[in-house]
């Protein structure tokens, strides 16, 4: 079974704070995702990446940053910590190999920011 | 840009009863279309997909016919049970990317 495991499930981190979140995955896919789940807003993309060293900017990629220097492990980064940045954050991958392909996601990581 | 529009919930539910979601994408290109749901304190997994015009996915008694003309995916489900209580994603591919709409909430009571 394809496994994505994010290191930490529950965080609580201060305003200014450096966060990094943590995402690897065990299948060897090409493309990773970070998302974050507000409610009634759905997952909206902050960065994605389709192979190491490669990062594209999604839809809310203010105040974040990425890094993948392995192909099995993709950080998130909250360069500093806003309460606005209280949310679900989710990663995903995803194989290279057309469009029907499935996404795999990890159960997530609930950030506080107090 | 490319974007999916889901029906807004929260909807609630008695057992057996039938279940619609509605979704409709934007008709850019030649997308995949899925559902995703995720389970109370569990991670989103693939509920079903369709890759072209027509196709239809299902999974777990849930049904969803891909219709270009109206540009829509909506979800359906005969009799639902409570088991069924989740949060429900509609998503499009985009190249690399998967856009999700806003989710629906099922709440399925006894």
């Known amino acids: 079974d394809v496994k994505v495991t994010q290191s930490s499930r529950y965080l609580v981190k201060r305003t200014g704070e450096k966060v990094f979140l943590e995402c690897v995955q065990d299948m060897d896919h090409e493309n990773m995702f970070w998302y974050r789940q507000d409610p009634g807003l759905g997952l909206r993309l902050i960065y994605f990446?389709?192979?190491?060293?490669?990062?594209e900017k999604g839809d809310i990629p203010e105040g974040y940053s990425v890094s993948r220097e392995k192909k099995e492990r993709f950080s998130l980064i909250l360069e500093s910590a806003s309460t606005n940045q209280t949310s679900m954050y989710l990663c995903?991958?995803?194989?290279?190999?057309?469009?029907?392909?499935?996404?795999?996601f990890g159960q997530g990581t609930r950030l506080t920011v107090v | 840009g490319d974007s999916v529009t889901q029906m807004e919930g929260p909807v609630t539910l008695s057992e057996e009863a039938f279940l619609t979601i509605n979704c409709t994408y934007t008709?850019?290109?030649?997308?995949?279309l899925f559902w995703y749901v995720q389970y109370p304190g569990e991670g989103l997994q693939l509920l079903l997909k369709a890759t072209k015009a027509d196709d239809k996915g299902s999974n777990k008694g849930f049904e969803a016919t891909y219709r270009k003309e109206t540009t829509s995916f909506h979800l359906e489900k005969g009799s639902v049970q409570v088991s069924d209580s989740a949060v429900y994603f509609c998503?499009?591919?985009?190249?690399?990317?998967?856009?999700f709409g806003a989710g629906t909430t099922v709440t399925v009571r006894a």
């Open positions: 990446s389709y192979d190491v060293k490669m990062k």
């Open positions: 998503a499009r591919t985009n190249d690399y990317k998967l856009s």
């Open positions: 995903a991958s995803r194989p290279n190999s057309g469009e029907a392909t499935e996404a795999f």
């Open positions: 008709a850019t290109g030649y997308p995949s």
